[in-house]
């Protein structure tokens, strides 16, 4: 068994984070404060869940995960929240001045200064586990801290540990953006592309969207939407924490959804997003989930998949499964042509099925399913996010508005034109693959 080690960064990666560690003691059936009752033994263990939790010599399951912000505010909400005690209180990192929105600081002048200490606590980690294969990093692209210090920690981390995998959850601002926000995420990309080898991006926009159609929340919070993301990413990582045949280890997630190095950024929907008012449990039809999948309402990115070509495929399927229903309903979308593969690959879907239950938290707006699906689909639609990000780089860029104040905390100008010329490159190279053109490795 190999570990995983999760970095959660900035406000929205640690607001991620405590749901979706709340949403896995769920599954596992650990309290909230560490305790596992149904696990007799002290000191590990081979549990596939274990890659994910250590256990004390009091016998407590703590998250293999480092959180880190460089103001305290949300640090002390989750030292003070109900699954307070499950952490080890080292591994909630608190700064005291915050990163301001702004990368520069994140990255050149405050985020240097909490660097030491979170690469300590993540050297102290890897040294307690016997084996690490990799991490996951959550942050937002958009906030100061989740862009410029989640990027600088990305590239030390590097530095200091090689060529293990990683993994990077990564919420993408909306279209009513901060002012600087477009700046943020384009500096953000541009300076994790060659250091990550796949990425799953969550649109705030998309998920407002389902929580508010789809799941009859009529304001949407934050903690709205970090529940529903936990609920997807709890999807995604089902066979890295459960048994099963697919994308069992972070460096199967790559070499199956990277198209190569730096086009890794899948599409991802789930199926179903039905509301709790709808009824207490549903068991939805294998035709139903993944029709549901393949249209943008079920989509965690504003795209449309119909405008794009696919390379390859994985579903994860979860919970009272038909493995001929689903295979038959997955082969009838195929036929009816709602998924365009180029004509150079082999139309590659990969299908993994996991018996285990799907678990929902008590106090999302989401019913209990009985089954899940989860699609994982390399498309080339996904540019349309890069592109809605850039056009508003575009016009900030244009007028040179706020650039001193990434310049006053020890940026060179030229960043922003690298990083824009970087992400055009991006965008050209997935139209590349749109138009049937084999990528050069």
Not at 184 to 196: K, Q, R, S
Not at 256 to 272: E, K, M, Q, T, V
Not at 346 to 354: H, L, P, Q, T
Request: aromatic letters at 8%; charged letters at 20%.
């Amino acid at each position: 068994m190999r570990d995983i080690i999760s970095l959660h960064v900035g406000q929205a990666g640690c607001a991620m984070g405590a749901a979706y560690w709340e949403l896995l003691c769920l599954e596992h059936g650990i309290t909230p404060d560490g305790q596992m009752p149904t696990d007799k033994t002290i000191g590990g263990g081979d549990d596939l869940f274990n890659k994910f939790f250590y256990e004390t010599s009091e016998g407590k399951h703590v998250p293999r995960a480092v959180f880190v912000d460089l103001e305290p505010t949300i640090i002390d909400g989750i030292r003070k929240g109900t699954h307070g005690a499950l952490y080890n209180p080292d591994e909630l990192i608190a700064g005291n001045h915050d990163a301001g929105n702004c990368y520069a600081r994140g990255h050149y002048s405050v985020g240097k200064e909490s660097l030491d200490m979170v690469e300590e606590r993540v050297r102290l980690m890897m040294e307690q586990s016997q084996s690490v294969q990799g991490f996951m990093f959550f942050h937002s692209l958009g906030g100061g801290t989740g862009s410029g210090f989640a990027s600088l920690l990305i590239h030390q981390l590097c530095v200091d540990f090689g060529k293990k995998p990683k993994m990077q959850i990564a919420v993408l601002p909306d279209s009513q953006m901060s002012v600087v926000e477009p700046y943020n995420a384009v500096l953000a990309v541009h300076d994790t592309i060659e250091h990550i080898d796949l990425t799953l991006l969550f649109d705030n926009e998309a998920c407002y969207e389902i929580c508010n159609k789809r799941l009859d929340i009529e304001r949407p919070t934050y903690d709205n939407l970090n529940r529903l993301i936990a609920q997807v990413l709890a999807a995604v990582t089902t066979p890295l924490r459960f048994q099963s045949e697919l994308n069992t280890t972070l460096n199967d997630f790559a070499e199956n959804l990277a198209i190569y190095n730096r086009l890794h950024f899948p599409l991802l929907s789930f199926s179903p997003f039905a509301s709790c008012a709808a009824g207490s449990t549903t068991t939805p039809t294998a035709e139903t989930m993944v029709t549901d999948c393949l249209y943008p309402e079920a989509q965690l990115v504003k795209c449309n998949p119909l405008q794009g070509r696919f390379t390859n495929m994985c579903v994860h399927l979860r919970g009272d499964i038909v493995p001929t229903e689903m295979n038959a309903a997955i082969a009838r979308a195929k036929a009816r042509n709602t998924m365009q593969f180029v004509s150079w690959s082999r139309a590659n879907i990969k299908v993994g099925i996991n018996y285990q239950r799907p678990v929902t938290m008590a106090s999302s707006a989401l019913v209990a399913a009985t089954r899940t699906i989860c699609m994982l689909r390399s498309t080339t639609a996904i540019t349309e996010a890069f592109a809605r990000l850039t056009s508003k780089f575009d016009l900030l860029a244009a007028r040179r508005a706020f650039m001193h104040h990434f310049v006053a905390e020890g940026m060179q100008e030229e960043e922003f034109a690298l990083a824009r010329e970087d992400l055009a490159a991006l965008q050209s190279e997935y139209q590349k693959l749109g138009r049937d053109e084999a990528p050069k490795m």
